[in-house]
């Protein structure tokens, strides 16, 4: 079992930035992909991206490639995705999650974090 704390949500401006921090714990932690999903109120969980296991792969969803950045530290076992550019499209309960497969699919993940609110204003 692996426990998953996300943190850094809040309140930002159009064009602002916002780094999300998730902190996993358990045993097989250190070598599951994470992925960061996210959800919209009235809207169904819908992928954001993911980080292989070794850090050494990634993949991101259309809507936020190219501003948003997904990437871990092995030692503090803890994934970071940095926001930039943001805008009040992005706004969402975002939620982190870890797996042994590296997948777009929320499925496929046994894991999950409790979810933290990123409200971008206009």
């Known amino acids: 079992q692996v426990q998953l704390v996300e943190s850094g949500g809040g309140l930002v401006q159009a064009g602002g930035s916002l780094r999300l921090s998730c902190a996993a714990s358990?045993?097989?932690?250190?070598?599951?992909?994470m992925g960061w999903f996210r959800q919209a109120p009235g809207q169904e969980r819908e992928f954001v991206v993911v980080?292989?296991?070794?850090?050494?792969?990634?993949s991101y969803s259309a809507s936020v490639k190219g501003r948003f950045t997904i990437s871990r530290d092995k030692d503090k076992n803890t994934v970071y995705l940095q926001m930039n550019s943001l805008k009040p499209e992005d706004t969402a309960v975002y939620y982190c999650?870890?797996?042994?497969?590296?997948?777009?699919?929320?499925?496929?993940?046994?894991?999950w974090g409790q979810g933290t609110q990123v409200t971008v204003s206009s």
């Open positions: 980080i292989s296991g070794t850090g050494g792969t990634t």
């Open positions: 358990g045993r097989t932690a250190g070598n599951y992909a």
């Open positions: 999650a870890a797996g042994p497969y590296y997948s777009r699919e929320s499925g496929r993940y046994d894991n």
